[in-house]
């Protein structure tokens, strides 16, 4: 089941972001780091209504934020469509023990169906440029690397931008 995620799910998505963030280092993937994602980015996308949650269970097993926001770092690629009715896909994370199950593509699933039925023309979305089985999970779904940016609080090694045109 996919729902929008409330408050008292922080602590238990933080820990599954930092579950994903050791995993990632213990592969040499310096995507994430003790500084992100953090507590006060997850409370603002609940307070945007833009957090979900994947459980199983009664048990979380991950997270998806779908957002209408555009960072101001993506303002330099040359995106497919214009920036008018664009979702943003941030903090895709499935806890360790669970990847590989196809819950990263329920939650991606989710988030494309809910694109379709609210009109919008594209979804937009960054992964680290070192996380080649990222890349290939997107690339997989016929999104479009367009691009790159950085993030210089979290690696020295730039972020590929994707766009899927609904």
Known sequence: MIR???????????????????????????????????RAAFQNDIN??????????????????ISTFMDSEYESIDWLTKNDRNIYIHRLAIHPKHQGKGYAQKLMDFAEQFAIENNYTSIRLDTFSQNKRNQKFYELRGYNRLG????????????YCYELVL
Request: proline share 5%; charged share 25%; hydrophobic share 35%.
């Open 48 to 65: 945007r209504h833009e957090l979900f949650v994947l459980e199983n269970n009664k048990t979380i097993q991950g997270c998806i934020v």
């Open 4 to 38: 929008k995620a409330e408050e008292k799910d922080i602590e238990i998505i933080l820990s599954i972001t930092q579950a994903c963030a050791k995993s990632m280092v213990d592969n040499k993937i310096y995507q994430w780091n003790e500084t992100y994602p953090n």
């Open 148 to 159: 790159e940016i950085y993030f210089p609080n979290q690696s020295k090694y730039p972020f």
